[in-house]
């Protein structure tokens, strides 16, 4: 039987606190309003709890030990809007994008994103870029994906251990910032008249 080891999520908010990155470990019944708690538990109530952040663009963090080919940690970040919806394939369209990338002999060739109008955004946000061609040769990087889910768009990584994430999470932020952007220039659910 292998034994799972366990992501620490205090190690992770020590290590994000080093940062000056402002976040605690969350409580479900108090930091999750109760329309959102259905939805949401599917990714913040596993065995390790989760992270409320307190600064930046990501609101919550989970976690789930997986063991497939060795044992590993999804992690999800949560960015949440009350109007997004996982079967609409316009939000799809709209968020749910990968990472793609070439490279010869260790050395990056191209990398950037493609599936929605988010992968443009990031495709053209130097921040991301560059992070992408110095850091491309790490697979926790290579793990980074976003998509749709009810009322968030869920950014994942694969990491195994919490400096992996803490080497990431100005990433994820990044992304997390121009999911807020792009639902903040598009003003989803709203009824306009013509």
């Given amino acids: 039987m292998i034994s799972l080891p366990i992501l620490q999520i205090k190690e992770i908010i020590e290590l994000l606190g ?14 999750i309003l109760p329309q959102y708690r259905p939805y949401f538990e599917k990714w913040l109530t596993n065995r390790d709890g989760f992270i409320t952040m307190l600064s930046g663009s990501i609101d919550y963090i989970g976690s789930e030990d997986v063991v497939r080919m060795g044992p ?26 990968k990472l793609w990338y070439s490279l010869t002999d ?13 992968a443009t955004r990031l495709n053209n946000d130097q921040r991301i870029s560059n992070f992408l061609f110095q850091n491309l040769k790490s697979e926790v990087t290579r793990t980074i994906s976003t998509r749709v889910v009810n009322l968030a768009c869920l950014i994942e990584c694969r990491i195994w251990h919490p400096r992996e994430f ?16 792009l639902l903040g220039d598009l003003h989803l659910g709203e009824k306009i008249s013509r």
């Avoid at 999804?74 to 809007?81: D, G, R, S, T």
């Avoid at 260790?106 to 988010?118: D, F, K, P």
């Fill in 18 to 31: 080093l940062e000056d990155i402002r976040c605690r470990i969350g409580q479900f019944n108090t930091d």
């Fill in 72 to 97: 590993f940690h999804n992690i999800y970040c949560l960015v949440q809007n009350k109007f997004l919806i996982e079967n609409d394939f316009n939000h799809q369209n709209l968020l749910n994008s």
């Fill in 106 to 118: 260790g050395v990056v060739n191209e990398a950037g994103w493609s599936g929605s109008i988010l």
């Fill in 166 to 181: 803490v080497f990431l999470y100005e990433i994820l932020d990044n992304v997390a910032m121009n999911v807020q952007s």
